[in-house]
């Protein structure tokens, strides 16, 4: 799963652009929900309310296994090259023509929990500002089939929201106080990024239990591999 057809990059400095390896930077629910504070207040120039935040929270959760499998502080597997002018090169499982295709693409990084929220923000005022305003109003399910109707995802529409609410009052990582202090950690070696196929087993967790997703959410890169 990743969002929309294409590759869309914001205007950026050419000369900046480079690939940088894909290695993983794991957040904290707090950490997640205080970069997404700050984005949300640059890009709308209005702070989030608590719903706003856990409509988008929920999210973020979902696309990267509860802030444990995030890579290069991406937070919604954006593709393209980051207003830094970054990319790492990662493997992931795509939906193509019906069939479930391993491919190696480009997605956007960044050198902040900061950067990466504040574009993801941008991302969706730009691209999916029904769904930016369903996340304003706390309606998680509008919020769901504003980002089908956009193109973000390929999956059941009715699944995706499913998992959004089971995100959003899981007793797990994402929640908690927006403005604790970030902590600091080193950087991981990156899993591949989320895909269709990966959402859906996420779905599909989501459904049996909610306290199983954040381990469901993605496969090792060895079993990816295999």
Do not use: W
Request: hydrophobic share 40%; proline share 7%.
């Amino acid at each position: 799963m990743r969002v929309g057809p294409e590759r869309v990059a914001p205007p950026r400095d050419v000369a900046a652009d480079h690939v940088v390896p894909g290695v993983r930077t794991p957040l904290s629910g707090d950490e997640i929900r205080q970069a997404l504070a700050i984005g949300y207040k640059n890009v709308t120039g209005q702070a989030p309310t608590p719903a706003t935040l856990a409509v988008l929270s929920a999210q973020v959760s979902t696309e990267t296994a509860f802030g444990q499998h995030m890579v290069a502080y991406n937070f919604g597997g954006l593709k393209g090259t980051s207003p830094e002018g970054r990319e790492t090169r990662c493997t992931t499982h795509e939906i193509i023509a019906g069939t479930d295709q391993k491919i190696v693409d480009g997605f956007r990084a960044y050198t902040s929990a900061e950067a990466g929220a504040h574009d993801y923000i941008g991302l969706l005022a730009h691209r999916f500002p029904r769904a930016l305003d369903a996340a304003g109003d706390g309606d998680v399910q509008r919020f769901a089939v504003e980002l089908k109707q956009g193109h973000y995802f390929t999956a059941d529409v009715g699944a995706y929201a499913k998992a959004l609410r089971s995100a959003m009052t899981t007793d797990g990582p994402v929640g908690g106080d927006a403005t604790s202090t970030p902590a600091v950690r080193p950087p991981q070696a990156a899993n591949p990024l989320p895909s269709s196929a990966d959402l859906s087993r996420v779905l599909d967790a989501f459904s049996q239990s909610a306290l199983s997703a954040s381990a469901a959410r993605l496969a090792t890169k060895e079993d990816e591999d295999a």
